[in-house]
């Protein structure tokens, strides 16, 4: 490997880790969810009617190896490697299923804030419960698991469907974020590789369904590079073979490296131009699904335009774009902000990833302790 890269890889870490240790603890009930909302789904390319659940859990098992994710503020919503037990986690998922008429809900996806398919950050008995429960909803069709990689086992997944029946369908979801091993490594510090990813959906995409995630909003990218790598990994998880791919706008979480870089005047959020001209390059021929800016913990600051179009361009994304997924809802009047826009498309920058990195870092490593403020 490169000795610049290798060096970057090390300092973005070694950041990452005194974010980490750093972050707030709160002391989280482990009986009760995170959060629950409905959210857009698709069966048969046709919206539906989506609960999304986050089980408050121990956190994801590569903060501790790695560091996280440089855009990832789960960890400050965890319960910071304290596993719920089994009587936790059901009563997580039935205190927010109850809240909802399940007759009206055709999916459900669970999160947790990293892998539902690692035992150690959520019991598989407890797994096991919620596909027995989901198996006596008549009007849910499809259940969704969040996970990395390196933890969709086929024998986990084959003993999961059993339990739904054959009349349910199972996915998992997955974030590839980018296509480029590079920009996953050194921008995002994701600790996998698309090979990773690949050898996943190869392991069980041919008995469950495959979604895939991409992040819009890569740190360390200028705008342009941000739209052309956005593009270039949907059309990558497409070739993939992903059924379902989710585009993930960057949004400031705390406690985060891309607040940390905002903060420092280093990083910018995508423009909702920016998202918008990614959806119009991929549509009709790849139909991705816009997540709606909401995490957990919630985020401070989402992408924009300017104060007269935000509002406006974020409703027609999250509403009309999203029920309809074609050209004409991605239509919009030209505003005065585009002008800026381009601008910032204009921009460029010809130094070497490592280096930008590096440079970066070494810039707003004093906002560290700040950042916790």
Not at 56 to 72: D, L, Y
Not at 233 to 261: F, K, N, V
Not at 313 to 333: C, G, H, K, V
Request: with cysteine.
């Amino acid at each position: 490997m490169d000795t610049s890269i290798n060096s970057a890889g090390k300092q973005l870490r070694a950041v990452l880790r005194s974010i980490r240790s750093a972050t707030p603890y709160s002391d989280f009930p482990r009986d009760r969810a995170a959060s629950s909302d409905i959210r857009t789904g698709y069966l048969d390319g046709n919206p539906v009617r989506r609960l999304v659940i986050t089980m408050r859990a121990p956190g994801c098992s590569w903060v501790e190896r790695g560091g996280g994710c440089t855009m990832c503020g789960h960890f400050a919503g965890t319960t910071r490697g304290v596993l719920p037990t089994v009587e936790d986690c059901i009563s997580q998922f039935t205190g927010e299923i109850d809240r909802y008429d399940p007759g009206d809900i055709r999916i459900v996806s669970l999160y947790n804030s990293g892998s539902m398919l690692d035992p150690d950050e959520f019991p598989f008995d407890a797994l096991r419960y919620i596909c027995r429960a989901v198996s006596r909803f008549p009007s849910i069709e499809k259940l969704v698991l969040e996970s990395r990689a390196e933890y969709i086992d086929r024998s986990s997944i084959g003993e999961l469907l059993d339990i739904l029946g054959p009349s349910r369908k199972l996915s998992v979801a997955v974030g590839l974020e980018t296509s480029d091993d590079l920009k996953r490594q050194l921008c995002i510090n994701k600790g996998c590789t698309r090979k990773d990813i690949e050898n996943a959906i190869a392991t069980v995409g041919d008995i469950a369904e495959i979604q895939l995630y991409i992040l819009v909003g890569i740190p360390f990218l200028t705008e342009r590079e941000m739209l052309d790598d956005a593009v270039l990994s949907i059309r990558c998880a497409s070739d993939m073979g992903a059924d379902e791919i989710h585009i993930e706008p960057a949004t400031i979480q705390r406690y985060t490296l891309t607040e940390l870089l905002y903060r420092a005047g280093l990083y910018r959020l995508p423009s909702l131009h920016t998202l918008y001209e990614v959806l119009k390059t991929v549509v009709p021929g790849i139909r991705p699904y816009v997540s709606p800016f909401r995490h957990m913990p919630d985020p401070d600051i989402i992408p924009s335009g300017c104060p007269e179009c935000t509002g406006r361009l974020i409703e027609q994304l999250l509403t009309r774009y999203n029920i309809s997924r074609t050209p004409d809802s991605l239509d919009y009047a030209p505003c005065t902000c585009m002008d800026e826009w381009r601008s910032r498309l204009a921009e460029t920058d010809p130094r070497p990833l490592a280096e930008r990195i590096q440079d970066a870092l070494e810039s707003c490593f004093q906002f560290v302790d700040g950042i916790m403020s």
